[in-house]
């Protein structure tokens, strides 16, 4: 871990980006590699929005984690900012190294420095090594989500 560099994701990142995206169980039936159009325009709405940062962690040069960060203005809770991460990835040969620890707390400071009262994220019922990390974290399993596929 001594060589990681975090850093906000260039377009030429997007291929290993994906690639991340679908390594897994759930990504490889969700993540069509081969959309290029789609994902490029997704790629420059996330870039172009202050509210929104694209992470990619490099170790010796290869991409080898990723998360969006989005920072949520809002008027519940007082007007109280919100950071929200989602599509957390770590290439299957680095699980288990405290990358994603450290993607988290770069990922939780960026929030306190952006003001955020709040840091909340959304994980697949599917995934309970992931529910499991993120509560060794410190996150609480506090609300129901629902989604409404259009």
């Not at 975090?6 to 290993?16: G, M, W």
């Not at 997704?42 to 490099?58: C, M, R, T, W, Y």
Request: proline letters at 3%.
């Amino acid at each position: 871990m001594i060589n990681l560099i975090f850093r906000r994701a260039e377009i030429s990142d997007l291929p290993a980006i994906i690639q991340l995206l679908s390594d897994d169980i759930l990504g490889a039936l969700r993540e069509k590699q081969n959309d290029n159009q789609k994902n490029l325009d997704s790629f420059e709405e996330i870039d172009k929005d202050p509210n929104q940062f694209l992470l990619v962690v490099e170790d010796n040069n290869i991409i080898i984690g990723t998360l969006q960060l989005t920072f949520i203005p809002g008027l519940a809770r007082s007007g109280m900012r919100r950071g929200q991460i989602e599509a957390v990835r770590i290439a299957s040969n680095k699980r288990g190294e405290k990358i994603g620890e450290a993607m988290f707390q770069w990922a939780i400071e960026q929030c306190r420095n952006a003001g955020c009262g709040l840091v909340q994220l959304t994980t697949d019922k599917l995934r309970p090594d992931a529910h499991r990390f993120y509560e060794r974290l410190g996150f609480e399993s506090s609300h129901i989500g629902y989604k409404l596929r259009l």
